[in-house]
C-alpha cells in the first residue's frame, strides 16, 4: 500500500515536473537567450535524429556584402510553432553568428542579440501560432568575403523538434573589391590625359615655328624693294647734276 503511493506521488511528481519545465523553457514568445549557445529550445527531450521536414531556403546562391538576401522557412503540407535561426562563417565553428537580420519579420518573429553586443543576429518566433513560411531578411558583415550557412532549429510540438538544420551555402562576395578595382581604372585615366595633352601640343609649337619662319622671310623680302625705291631718286639726282655742271662748264668755256 506503502510503495503503490509512494509510486503515485512519484508519478505525479514527474509529471508536475514536466508541465512546469514546458512552462518556463517552451517560450510561446520566442526562444530564451540560454538557447543561443547550442540552439537547443531547453526543453530537455532529445532532438529529432531522422530528416527534418522543414527547409532554409535562400533566395539566390551569392551576394555582395553591401546587399542582403531572404532566408525563407517553410514546408509544403506542415506547420511549425518555434524556430531560431543564426548564419554562421562556414569555415569556422557554429558558435559565433555573423551579420545581422532586419527586426521586420512581417508579424512572424522578431531578431534577437545573440552575442550580447547589440547586434541583431538571430531570428525567432514571436507568438506559438502555426507557421507555414516565415521569411527573414539578412545582411552580412561589410567587409566579409566567404561562404555562409545559416543554421536553423525548427519545433513542430514540445516534445518534437529538430536542431541546427542546414541551409546550402551562400557565397559572398566583399563589395570592397570592386570599389579598389574602380579606383584602379580611374587612376590609368588619370595618368593617360598628360600625354594626350602633350601630343596636342607638338602641331601648336611646329604651327608656331612655321609662323615664325614666314614672318622673317617676309620682311627681308619687304626690305629689298625699299633699298631699292631709294636708291633709284639718287642715282637720277646725280645723273642729272653731273649733266647740268658738263653743261655749265662749257658754257663758261
Not at 509510486?7 to 510561446?28: D, E, H, N
Not at 522543414?54 to 506547420?79: C, P, Q, Y
Not at 527573414?136 to 543554421?151: C, H, I, L, Q, R
Request: charge should be neutral; proline fraction near 5%; glycine fraction near 6%.
Amino acid at each position: 500500500m506503502y510503495s503503490a503511493r509512494c509510486t503515485g506521488r512519484f508519478v505525479v511528481l514527474c509529471f508536475s515536473a514536466l508541465m512546469v519545465s514546458q512552462i518556463v523553457y517552451c517560450k510561446p514568445n520566442g526562444a530564451p537567450l540560454e538557447a543561443c549557445e547550442d540552439m537547443s529550445p531547453q526543453h530537455f527531450i532529445m532532438p529529432q535524429s531522422g530528416v527534418c521536414p522543414f527547409t532554409s531556403r535562400l533566395a539566390k546562391d551569392e551576394m555582395w556584402s553591401n546587399g542582403t538576401i531572404e532566408v525563407t522557412l517553410e514546408h509544403d503540407s506542415e506547420d511549425f510553432k518555434g524556430f531560431l535561426m543564426m548564419a554562421f562563417d562556414s569555415t569556422s565553428s557554429d558558435t559565433d553568428p555573423i551579420g545581422t537580420f532586419s527586426a521586420d519579420l512581417k508579424g512572424m518573429g522578431k531578431a534577437i542579440d545573440c552575442r550580447s553586443d547589440g547586434t541583431k543576429n538571430a531570428v525567432t518566433h514571436k507568438d506559438k501560432s502555426l507557421k507555414r513560411s516565415v521569411v527573414a531578411t539578412w545582411t552580412p558583415p561589410e567587409d566579409f568575403d566567404g561562404s555562409v550557412v545559416f543554421k536553423t532549429t525548427f519545433v513542430k510540438s514540445f516534445d518534437k523538434f529538430w536542431v541546427k538544420q542546414s541551409s546550402s551555402t551562400l557565397r559572398v562576395k566583399r563589395a570592397s573589391l570592386v570599389s579598389d578595382s574602380s579606383s584602379g581604372k580611374g587612376e590609368s585615366s588619370t595618368t593617360e590625359k598628360p600625354v594626350e595633352s602633350t601630343t596636342a601640343k607638338k602641331p601648336s609649337a611646329k604651327s608656331d615655328k612655321e609662323g615664325g619662319s614666314d614672318t622673317t622671310t617676309t620682311r627681308t623680302t619687304t626690305a629689298q624693294p625699299e633699298i631699292t625705291d631709294a636708291a633709284s631718286p639718287i642715282g637720277i639726282l646725280a645723273f642729272y647734276s653731273v649733266i647740268i655742271i658738263g653743261v655749265t662748264i662749257a658754257f663758261i668755256a
